[in-house]
C-alpha cells in the first residue's frame, strides 16, 4: 500500500522569500514522484516528477524537487517565491511496477505575503 | 495538444437527482482517469479506463456512480439519486500509456452543489 504525507497543511511566506513544501511517502515498492500545483477553481497542472537518475529535479516555474530515499522524501523548494505562487501544491507517487495508479497528498495552500 | 476539457464547470442540483459530467481527454491518451476533491483534500481515486475497459474502481465508488468510456476517447460519470455528501469538485485526467513515465494531465474539474 501506498500513502503520501504533507506535514504542512498552510505554509505563509514573504514574498522573494526561499520556501520548503515538506512530502514524505510510505510505499512497500519504489515509486515515481511527483508534484503538482492547483490555482483555485482549476485543475491539478504537473509542476516536476521523478522518475529515475539524478535525485534533484528542476520543474516549471524554479521550483526543484530533491528525492531522498533513505528518509521517503521528495520535499520542493523555491529560493524566492512570488505573489503568483500562492496556490495549492500536491504530492503524489505512483507505483513503478504498475505506473497505472496515483496517490495524492491532502495538499499544502502556499500563501505568498506582499 | 488542447487539452483535457470538462462540462459543465458547474453543476448545482437537488438531492435525488441525477447527473452526468462529460471529459474528453487528450486525444492521443489511452488511459483516462476520475477523480473526486473535497475542500482541503487532495484527489480521491474514483475509478480508471484504458482505452475502453474500465480497469480499476475505488471501493469508495457507490453502486450509484456508473462511469464509461464507450469508444475510448470521451468520459461519462453519472451519480444517480445525488446527495449532499456527493458535493465536490469532479476531476478527470488522462495519460498515455507506458509504465509510470506518463504523468496525469488533469481537466479543470466540474464543481457539483447538491442541495
Known amino acids: 500500500a501506498q500513502s503520501v504525507t504533507q506535514l504542512d497543511s498552510q505554509v505563509p511566506v514573504f514574498e522573494e522569500a526561499p520556501v520548503e513544501l515538506r512530502c514524505n511517502y510510505s510505499?512497500?515498492?519504489?515509486?515515481?514522484l511527483f508534484w503538482y500545483v492547483q490555482y483555485p477553481n482549476q485543475g491539478l497542472q504537473l509542476l516536476l516528477k521523478y522518475l529515475s537518475g539524478s535525485t534533484l529535479v528542476k520543474g516549471i516555474n524554479g521550483f526543484e524537487a530533491e528525492f531522498n530515499k533513505s528518509q521517503t522524501s521528495f520535499h520542493l523548494r523555491k529560493p524566492s517565491v512570488h505573489i503568483s505562487d500562492t496556490a495549492e501544491y500536491f504530492c503524489a507517487v505512483s507505483p513503478t511496477n504498475t505506473g497505472n495508479q496515483f496517490y495524492f497528498g491532502t495538499g499544502t495552500s502556499l500563501t505568498v505575503i506582499p | 495538444d488542447t487539452g483535457v476539457s470538462q462540462n459543465p464547470r458547474h453543476k448545482i442540483t437537488k438531492r435525488g437527482q441525477n447527473v452526468t459530467f462529460r471529459c474528453d481527454p487528450i486525444?492521443?491518451?489511452?488511459?483516462l482517469y476520475w477523480y473526486r476533491q473535497t475542500l482541503g483534500q487532495g484527489p480521491e481515486f474514483l475509478t480508471y479506463?484504458?482505452?475502453?475497459?474500465?480497469?480499476?474502481k475505488s471501493r469508495l465508488l457507490s453502486d450509484r456512480f456508473s462511469a464509461e468510456r464507450p469508444k475510448g476517447s470521451f468520459s461519462t460519470l453519472e451519480i444517480q439519486r445525488t446527495e449532499q455528501g456527493d458535493s465536490a469538485m469532479y476531476l478527470c485526467?488522462?495519460?498515455?500509456?507506458?509504465?509510470?513515465?506518463?504523468?496525469?494531465?488533469f481537466g479543470n474539474g466540474t464543481r457539483l452543489t447538491v442541495t
Open positions: 485526467a488522462s495519460s498515455s500509456q507506458g509504465v509510470g513515465n506518463s504523468p496525469l494531465h
Open positions: 510505499s512497500s515498492v519504489s515509486v515515481y
Open positions: 479506463f484504458q482505452n475502453e475497459a474500465q480497469l480499476e
Open positions: 486525444s492521443e491518451h489511452n488511459r
